[in-house]
């Protein structure tokens, strides 16, 4: 089956307009098992038979989603940033200043990682596992979603006149700091996704803004 299983259920989801299939639905089962199991376990040490069960399914019906552990590890991370990408070129339309722009990006990917850790644990800590075409598109989508944090940045500095920072410095370190927020961050003390957007997008751009 392969990477066509990213093609099918992009297509059934555009067929029902956002309402998930009966496919969608097992899939995204054996992905957020996949998930649990490779950020517990590590992905070199998870089997397929851990899936599986974590599942609830047969080693046969996996296989009638996806072809290998490895697919699995590209699917949960193509349709992490797959759906990221379209949240924000769909939230941010009516939004016409780059730091709200920002503000709307960040807050979406920390409300999508902070409830959701053992993805962000998989995304950020296992893309060196992928090679060939999975490595490839997957760096593909990181790029054309580091693309749209960019862009706000190269859009600030125009705004501006100038930056104390490089946009793309920026964006890579903020990038950074939140692609390893599982490393620190504690639901049960910590502020919400919203509260630390805000807390984010303050500090990036008191520190890449000119005084």
Known sequence: ??????????SSRAAVKGKATKYDKKLANILAAATQVFAEEGYDRASIRMVVE?????????????????????????????????????GS?????????????????????????AE??????????????FR????????????????QFKALAKQHKATRVDPRTAALAMFGSMNWVHSWYRPETGPSA????????RLYLQGVLPT
Not at 54 to 73: N, P, V, W
């Open 136 to 151: 490839q598109k997957i760096e593909d989508k990181h790029r054309e979603y580091f693309g749209l944090a960019l862009e």
């Open 93 to 117: 339309q009516m939004l016409e200043d780059p730091a709200d722009r920002l503000r709307f990006l960040i807050r979406s990917h920390l409300e999508r990682f902070l409830g959701n850790m």
């Open 1 to 10: 089956m392969g990477i066509r299983t990213t093609v099918r259920t992009a």
């Open 120 to 133: 962000l644990i998989v995304c950020s800590r296992e893309i060196d596992r992928l090679v060939g075409d």
């Open 194 to 201: 919203k509260k630390m957007a805000d807390d984010l997008v």
């Open 54 to 90: 974590r599942a609830g399914i047969s080693i046969a019906g996996l296989y009638y989603y996806t072809s290998s552990k490895e697919e699995l590890l590209f699917l949960i991370q193509h349709h992490a940033f797959d759906e990221l990408i379209q949240q924000f070129q769909v």
